[in-house]
């Protein structure tokens, strides 16, 4: 079991910061997955963990031990990652039981930890065969299991299911989280799949740009993104992100149309945005397509899904662009039953406990509370 503590870490190549100085607690069995765009800095941040990979900046700490300096066999931690290297000319018996055998461990403990992760794993079957021999997410389970088979305080993964077709990688996916439900060691598992972060991690931290952006539970970034970068990168499609200007509690969207502020939410944008310009942020669940909604707009598309229909809006009733060209394209989810011409008008509401607001100047989200 290992609790991991970065203390102002960061890595910097030449003149770039591939992470800037970051503060993070991952505590002791938890799954946290580190999420973010390619480049970001996901995977620099897992390999100074390992240890493969020097700081330029900063401590860690595993157990309350600093482990800044130390290799990385030092540091009890298991690496698994997208591209699983087994010993080709070693069966998966070997494969599995290498780790321990190169500890010096006794044959007779070494032979009970290998049935405990095969059975693990479900793959006893696989046994005596060579790695060329098996398919990509036996390989990946094979990885697993000698990964496992050192029974490390923390695992962890950069992109384990990367190379998975998409049906393999939900299976593996659930078999990580079983895994990981059975034996609870730490896991940092970096992806830059949100919904693979979303359905796997305890906690999730969002980066872009080399820098923390979020921490937060999957609920937490979801429904409560602390900037528009993370409101936007959550979800698919992302949180609509309308303009718009505050006064007297309405806000007055780009597009023509008035949003009452929900009571709650009036002081704290009057404190927090002098300006008066606001984002109106909500997810495409938050509408309420009625025909007497507040809010008017175009339909540009819609698509059917199994159970709802997403509209795709225009809100300046233009409906000749992708959003980018100041045409303001939004999402909402309606019911599938209910056709909606292209071209018509709809109409909606918010559901007040869904709607957030964002400064566009510094782009973080405007906070409820209004103390201090
Ligand atoms: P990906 O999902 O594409 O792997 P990532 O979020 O894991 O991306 P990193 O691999 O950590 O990002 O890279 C962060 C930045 O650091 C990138 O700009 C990358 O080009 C740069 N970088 C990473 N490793 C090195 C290196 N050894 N030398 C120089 N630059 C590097």
Request: charged share 20%; with cysteine.
């Amino acid at each position: 079991m290992a609790e991991i503590e970065l203390r102002g870490v960061a890595k910097k190549f030449g003149d770039l910061w591939a992470v800037k100085p970051m503060d993070l607690v991952i505590h002791d069995g938890e799954f946290v997955a580190l999420l973010g765009p390619s480049g970001c800095g996901k995977t620099t941040t897992l390999r100074m963990i390992s240890g493969l990979e020097a700081v330029t900046e900063g401590r860690i700490f595993i157990n309350g031990k600093d482990v800044t300096w130390l290799s990385a066999s030092q540091r009890d931690i298991a690496f698994v990652f997208q591209f699983f290297a087994l010993y080709p000319q070693m069966t998966v018996r070997q494969n599995i039981a290498f780790p321990l055998e190169s500890q010096g461990m006794k044959r007779s403990e070494i032979n009970l930890r290998v049935e405990e992760v095969v059975r693990l794993l479900e793959i006893g079957h696989l046994l005596k065969r060579k790695p060329a021999a098996l398919s990509g997410g036996d390989k990946q389970r094979v990885a697993l299991a000698r990964a496992l088979v050192r029974k490390p305080s923390c695992f962890l993964m950069d992109e384990p299911l990367g190379a998975l077709d998409a049906e393999f990688r939900e299976v593996m996916r659930a078999e990580i989280k079983r895994l990981h439900l059975a034996q609870h060691a730490t896991t940092v598992y970096v992806t830059h799949d949100q919904v693979e972060a979303m359905a796997m991690g305890d906690r999730i931290v969002v980066m872009s740009a080399a820098e923390i952006q979020q921490i937060g539970t999957p609920a937490q970034v979801y429904h409560d993104p602390a900037n528009l970068f993370v409101a936007n990168f959550i979800g698919s499609p992302g949180m609509n992100l309308v303009p718009g200007k505050y006064a007297d509690g309405l806000v007055h969207l780009q597009g023509g149309s008035t949003y009452p502020v929900p009571p709650a939410w009036r002081l704290p944008l009057a404190i927090r945005l002098p300006g008066n310009d606001v984002i109106v942020g909500f997810r495409p669940e938050a509408a309420q397509v009625s025909g007497t909604g507040a809010i008017q707009g175009t339909i540009y598309a819609s698509d059917l899904h199994g159970s709802y229909s997403m509209l795709h809006v225009s809100l300046n009733g233009e409906a000749r662009g992708n959003g980018n060209g100041g045409d303001k394209i939004i999402h909402i989810r309606a019911r599938r039953d209910v056709h909606h011409a292209m071209g018509s008008t709809v109409r909606f509401d918010l559901d007040p406990a869904m709607v957030r607001f964002f400064d566009p100047e510094t782009g973080k989200a405007v906070s409820r509370e209004v103390r201090g």
